[in-house]
C-alpha cells in the first residue's frame, strides 16, 4: 500500500481505468520505454536502418512494399508547371525546366524523375534522405548552374551531439540554433562505403538553405526519422525464417519414399536384423543407404516389405496460418495485402475498388506533403532562384516577393482507372453537374487543361487537312474528329 495520503488523511490507493496500463500478472513482462522521440532513434536508429536494408535485399516481401509504395507514390514522375500570374515569367520558366530536369544529376544518369524516385525509396528504405544544392560555375555550361546529390541517412552521423554555444547546439548532425535548423553536418565520404578511415573529425557543414531533408517525422519534436518497415522487422524475419525452415523440411522429406521391413524374422538370415552385422565369418553385411535422391527407398534388412510414405500436406490451417501472418506484415508496411503478396482470392471489383481507394490516400499524402513540398518544390526553388540569380529569368522585386514567383502547380502520375468506363463517366458528370471542373480533372491525370486543348486543336486542323489533301470529308469516316463529333464540339 502508498504511504501517500489524500487532503482528508486517507490513504491513497492505485488504481487502473485502462486494461493496457495494468501490472503484473498479464503484463509482467511488457516493456515499454518513456523515451523521447530523438532518444529512441538515437540507439535503435542505426540498427533499423541496417535491418531495414538487409530486409529490402534479401526479404521477399520487404522487397515488394518498399518497391510498390514507392511506384504509387512517384508513377512515371512529377509534371510540374508554373503558377505565376506573370504569364511571360511562366511560360520562361516552364520551357526552362524542362531542360534543367534533365541536367540536375551530376553523374548524369538521372532525371528530375529518377531523382525523386531515389529519394522517395531512399526514404522509405531508410527513413530519410538529404538533397543537397550542389552550386556550380557559369563555365559548367549547364542551362542553370546548379546541381542536386542525394546523400543516404548515415552521411549525417545520428550519434554526433555538440554544445557550440549557450544557444547553440548539434542534435544528431543537425545544427540547431534555439528551435530554427541552421546547418546539416555531414561526412565527406559514406563511413561505410570507403577505403579511407571515417571519423567525426572529417564532418563538413553544410547551411540547412542547402539541405532538403526527406522524412516523415512520426512524433513532434522528432528531427531523424525510422525506416516504414521499422514495426513489421521482426515479424517479417521469424515469419521467414520459419517459412524457410518448413520448405526445407518438405525438401529434404521429399527424397524418402518408404521403407522396407520384414513382418517376420526367418532363420536364413545371415546377418544380425536389428544391427546388420554378419552371424558368419564368410557372409556380407546389409546394404545400407549412404546417400539420400528423389526417389529413394530406405533399405531395411533381408525379406522386407515396402510402405510408401504418405504425401507432405503441412498439416491442417497451414494455408491460413501463413495468409494470417501476410496479412499482419502487410498491416505493418502500409500497403494492402493482394498488392503486397498477389494473393487476389476471392476479391471483386467492388473490394478491390475499397481498399485501394483507402491505399491511394495514404499515398495522396505522401505525394502531396513528402516528395511533393519537400522534394519537387525544394528542388524547383533552387533551380528558379539560380535562373533568376544569373539572369535566365527575369523577376522584378524576386526578393521582396518570391512566393509570388515560386508558385507551382505539382502534379504526381495519375492513377490508372480501375473501371475506365464508369470512372471516366463519373468524372464527365462531376463537370457538367459543377461539382468539380475540367481544370481540375485534368490535374488529377497530371496532366495541364490548356496544353491538352492546344494539341487537340492541332489535331483536329492536321486532320481536315489530310482530309482534304486527299479528297474525304472527315464525316465519311468515324473518329475522334467525324463531322458529327465536330458539330457537336462547336
Known amino acids: 500500500m502508498s504511504g501517500l495520503i489524500d487532503i482528508h488523511g486517507n490513504p491513497l490507493r492505485a488504481t487502473v481505468n485502462y486494461e493496457g496500463a495494468t501490472k503484473s500478472p498479464r503484463s509482467v513482462n511488457w516493456s515499454a520505454s518513456s523515451d523521447g522521440p530523438n532518444r529512441a532513434l538515437k540507439t535503435a536508429g542505426a540498427s533499423l536502418r541496417n535491418r531495414a536494408r538487409a530486409g529490402y535485399r534479401n526479404s521477399l516481401l520487404l522487397r515488394s512494399a518498399i518497391n510498390k509504395n514507392t511506384t504509387n507514390e512517384v508513377g512515371k514522375g512529377f509534371t510540374i508547371m508554373s503558377l505565376c500570374k506573370d504569364d511571360d515569367f511562366s511560360k520562361s520558366a516552364n520551357d526552362l525546366w524542362k531542360i534543367v530536369s534533365t541536367e540536375l544529376d551530376p553523374w548524369g544518369g538521372l532525371n528530375f524523375g529518377g531523382i525523386v524516385n531515389l529519394a522517395v525509396k531512399s526514404r522509405r528504405m531508410s527513413g530519410e534522405c538529404f538533397i543537397v544544392r550542389l552550386p556550380r560555375p557559369i563555365s559548367s555550361k549547364l542551362t542553370v548552374p546548379v546541381q ?43 563511413p561505410n562505403d570507403d577505403d ?67 513382418e517376420q524374422f526367418g532363420e536364413d538370415w545371415e546377418f544380425d536384423p536389428q544391427t546388420g ?43 491460413d496460418f501463413v495468409r494470417w501472418q501476410g496479412l499482419q506484415i502487410s498491416a505493418g508496411l502500409d500497403i494492402p495485402y493482394p498488392l503486397l503478396t498477389g ?49 535566365k529569368l527575369d523577376a522584378a522585386n524576386y526578393e521582396q516577393n518570391p512566393h509570388y514567383y515560386l508558385a507551382l502547380d505539382i502534379r504526381p502520375d495519375a492513377f490508372k482507372h480501375l473501371h475506365p468506363v464508369q470512372d471516366i ?44 489533301e486527299e479528297g474525304i470529308e472527315p464525316g465519311n469516316l468515324a473518329g475522334l474528329f467525324s463531322a458529327q463529333e465536330t458539330t457537336g464540339a462547336e
Not at 150 to 163: H, T
Not at 223 to 244: M, N
Not at 285 to 301: C, D, K, M, N, W
Not at 427 to 452: C, M, P
Open 148 to 190: 542536386v546529390e542525394l546523400y543516404e541517412a548515415d552521411m549525417c552521423p545520428v550519434s554526433f551531439y555538440k554544445r557550440l554555444s549557450a544557444n547553440r547546439v548539434i542534435k544528431q548532425g543537425i545544427e540547431f540554433s534555439g528551435k530554427h535548423k541552421v546547418a546539416y553536418w555531414f561526412y565527406r565520404v559514406h
Open 196 to 262: 579511407d578511415k571515417v571519423s567525426l573529425n572529417r564532418l563538413y557543414r553544410v547551411p540547412a538553405r542547402d539541405v532538403i531533408h526527406h522524412y516523415h517525422p512520426n512524433r513532434p519534436g522528432q528531427i531523424r526519422s525510422e525506416p516504414e518497415t521499422s514495426a513489421a522487422l521482426l515479424k517479417d524475419r521469424t515469419f521467414s525464417e520459419y517459412d524457410d525452415a518448413e520448405l526445407t523440411r518438405k525438401k529434404e522429406r521429399s527424397a524418402f519414399t518408404g521403407f522396407l521391413y520384414r
Open 343 to 391: 494473393d487476389w482470392e476471392g476479391l471483386n471489383d467492388r473490394l478491390v475498388r475499397a481498399f485501394l481507394n483507402e491505399y491511394r490516400r495514404g499515398i495522396s499524402f505522401d505525394q502531396t506533403n513528402l516528395s511533393g513540398f519537400q522534394v519537387v518544390f525544394g528542388i524547383w526553388r533552387w533551380v528558379i532562384n539560380a535562373a533568376i540569380t544569373t539572369g
Open 425 to 468: 463517366d463519373a468524372r464527365n458528370k462531376a463537370v457538367s453537374n459543377n461539382i468539380s471542373n475540367a481544370e481540375s480533372e485534368a490535374a488529377e491525370y497530371g496532366r495541364d487543361l490548356d496544353d491538352n486543348m492546344r494539341r487537340n486543336a492541332k489535331a483536329r486542323k492536321r486532320w481536315e487537312q489530310i482530309c482534304k
Open 277 to 319: 552385422i554378419p552371424l558368419f565369418d564368410d557372409s556380407a553385411p546389409a546394404e545400407t543407404v549412404q546417400q539420400v535422391r528423389s526417389g529413394t527407398i530406405l533399405r531395411g534388412v533381408a525379406g522386407e516389405k515396402l510402405d510408401l510414405f504418405d504425401g507432405d500436406d503441412t498439416g491442417q490451417g497451414y494455408k
